[in-house]
């Protein structure tokens, strides 16, 4: 019987697949961008559109105001049966570089990939519009065809995720009586190739830091003071360039504390999946790992703690040519973590390095943007078996338990908020160009995703 | 008699300066920013304006097309005396960051500096319409009390000294026939302290570099790719923070190949100069001089060569943050030269040593803007001997003959495809903000400027 039903939803969402894929891109049109003050009024609206969406479910839902961009809460269930929290994001990155894309991005299409692939183009079209909305389809074929859902969701949605979700987690925090659930469902990871379907098991958490170093109390002309003075681009560059050695590990002193290494018989697997340049770093013109020497490459982009400079900054950027000697000289600097590495400890030692090396008539400003530690989640959850069995029985192959390189600070907030664990269901690919130009969402990601949920929201109601 | 019209010459100067100023104020109005070809029209604008204020003069005048900005060409005189070219520029350098401006960049004013000098504030104030005006408005002065000049001048007035002189020194080639005379003068330096007047003998030439470097083959989502894809702002900033020693000695192999260190002689008057931290660097709000271990400010301000990175962007650069690997990064570079460093050598050895420096998977691409050697003048010049009297007589403290750290690439032009040597008068201040918001020209400078040039030229009439 409930076979029968979860069959008769399976076939609802092939049939109606082509109104989801209308509604998805309904939401893609709204230029969201949360990390940009100018478009405080699109955020607003597709907050306020994706509430609109989820209320049709016949789910109570409303915006609700943040200190920072809204966020949308919505409930559905009586109670007595499992009770999730289904937690997803709105708002999207930046588009620039725009020139680089192929098509504005936010007027959605679906077109053909190099390879053949349908592929749904458009900021967002993955993280996370195209993920959110694999579940709230999943939920409006359950209800539609059976008036009503396996399990009691609580939707929890916000805008700021992209920017460090500032505002967001102390609204959880204010407003933690009204989350009160078994745990959470997070879908804004990916898969572990086209086929084979993946839970996240860990998670790098991520210190981001902003630093401007200034020198002369004015721009000078390197004809007069050239040679005497110092000029901060040469202070940031030498200070930047000496954060790698040459087996590219991270120079800031401790900064490996704490780190341990994969237990043997998680390295064990992982060097079977056999992650190679050729799989992994061809697609994007590259060829050499930048890692620690001596690491798996899977380890590099997973398992090992990073370092990057996002942007930098300083002096003349326009055409053609000024001997400038620039007053300051800034740069954006982020750390994914992994775990035993406290956030707090790393972003001191970082200061502490910057400083160390910092010429004595200089001085340096220090930002942050968002420091979360890494998460482990409980490989032993009961519920991750059930998902893990209905994912695999939607795709046809064994569905892999794996780390992600990438930080979801949310989901340590959700544990040391509410106390709840999550799980990590997602289906984007590592092609999908997330924060990039011409970011994708494979057609049959978003298709089969809708059917996966519908899948594991029938399996968790069995879990007890 | 010869002294009787000097004095007059010099009266009338006095008398009319403010109208002297209001014509200066007139060619400061015109945006004629030479890099940007947003302000192509302007610069066009503003030949236009100086070769009608020269022809003013009785000077028969016309603005001549170049590859480039166009150039200003004048001519009086008979023959059977001395003559000058005089050389100058009407273009003037970008005005970003333009919120550090506390007034429009194109509205000149006379305004009171925080000490009680009267100064006069815009963009090119000093360099070079202020200067060049310093020249224009001596002649008038000598053609309205006389009825002609003590000398034969060309006046020969380019519009793209701040970007190379790329199409400039192609046009004076391409007409060197009518630039025959015996010298040439040249306002476009400065004093060595406000009391003190000075002629520049010695100028650094300038190589200016730009490079980008590309790793991946688009901008890439740190989460991702974080520790595993190679980061060209790392690749970057490595190569660059690297071209310093401890010593601040410059890294590129070969690159003090021929530099010679300075006479005793030279060195021991440079020494009794004094130059200190406190005199020259303090006022921009630094204390240790950044140049090499073991040498004078004054050295490492004017006779050593020097590397600056005069710009350097990649990756997001906005508000907020924004967790990506950018696919390129770039930067400005270029180095002050002095006698004895081939430009083109120096631009192999420090292309040589980026590519040496570059992981095998990325790519750099070079674009140059200029490449001029140092000039080292002829001490000995008999003109300079009466301009240094003269400058003497009118500022009343004995004229310095120093090297300067800045480079005007023309003077060697000059030499080589006319065969002239050039004398380098100039009435700018280390203060003066050139190439900088608030530039600035002291309304000292530009009325004992205008009557130093008066005197200078009845000084090089007795010149034989």
């Known amino acids: 019987m409930a076979n029968a039903q979860l069959q008769s939803v399976l076939d609802h969402i092939d049939k109606d697949f082509d109104n989801s894929l209308e509604r998805l891109f309904s939401l893609l049109r709204i230029k969201s961008i949360s990390a940009d003050p100018a ?7 597709a907050a306020e559109h994706l509430a609109k ?50 098509r504005p991005p936010f007027e959605p299409v679906v077109t053909d990939h190099a390879d053949g ?120 560059t030498k200070i930047l360039g000496g954060l790698f050695d040459d087996d590219n590990r991270i120079t800031i002193p401790g900064f490996y504390d704490g780190v341990k290494d994969l237990p043997p018989d998680i390295l064990e697997q992982w060097k079977k999946l056999n992650l190679t340049p050729e799989m992994f770093l061809k697609p994007i013109g590259l060829s ?3 890692g620690e020497k001596g690491r798996l490459l899977i380890e590099q982009a997973s398992s090992r703690p990073t370092c990057d400079v996002n942007g930098i900054w300083g002096g003349y950027i326009g055409e053609g040519s000024k001997t400038v000697i620039p007053s300051h000289a800034s740069a954006k600097i982020s750390f994914r973590l992994v775990e035993g590495q406290d956030p707090a400890k790393i972003r001191k030692a970082f200061r502490d390095y910057v400083t160390a090396r910092l010429p004595g008539d200089c001085k340096v400003e220090f930002g942050d943007h968002s420091a979360a530690p890494a998460v482990a989640l409980d490989w032993k959850m009961k519920p991750l078996a059930a998902a893990s069995k209905a994912l695999t029985e939607e795709w046809g192959k064994e569905t892999v338990l794996m780390g992600s390189g990438a930080s979801i600070p949310i989901v340590a907030d959700f544990k040391r908020t509410l106390g709840l664990d999550s799980l990590l269901v997602g289906f984007g690919l590592d092609d999908d160009n997330i924060h990039s130009p ?22 968790l109601a069995e879990v007890k």
Chains 1, 2 share one sequence.
């Open 39 to 45: 478009f405080a009024n699109d955020c607003k609206a």
């Open 53 to 102: 969406d989820i209320a049709s479910l016949g789910v109570a839902t409303e915006v609700r105001s943040t200190a920072g961009h809204p966020a949308i809460v919505g409930k559905t269930g009586a109670g007595g049966r499992p009770h999730v929290i289904f937690y997803g994001h709105y708002d999207v990155q930046p588009v620039d570089p725009l020139d680089l894309w192929h």
């Open 117 to 236: 692939r349908k592929i749904i183009v458009a900021r967002g079209a993955e993280d996370d519009k195209g993920q959110v909305m694999t579940f709230v389809e999943a939920c409006r074929a359950w209800k539609k065809v059976t008036g009503s859902l396996p399990i009691d969701v609580t939707f929890l949605i916000e805008g700021e995720e992209e920017v460090g979700s500032k505002n967001f987690v102390p609204f959880i925090e204010a407003n933690k009586d009204e989350f009160k659930a078994d745990y959470v469902l997070v879908c804004d990871t990916g898969m572990w190739d086209r086929n084979t379907p993946a839970i996240t098991t860990s998670l790098r958490g991520l210190l981001y830091e902003e630093l401007k170093i200034t020198a002369a109390n004015r721009d000078l002309h390197s004809g007069v003071f050239g040679g005497s003075a110092m000029n901060p681009i040469r202070v940031l």
């Open 288 to 290: 050499i790992p930048a």
């Open 438 to 459: 011409n970011e994708k969402y494979d057609l049959r990601s978003f298709q089969k995703g809708i059917r996966s949920w519908a899948r594991i929201l029938a399996a």
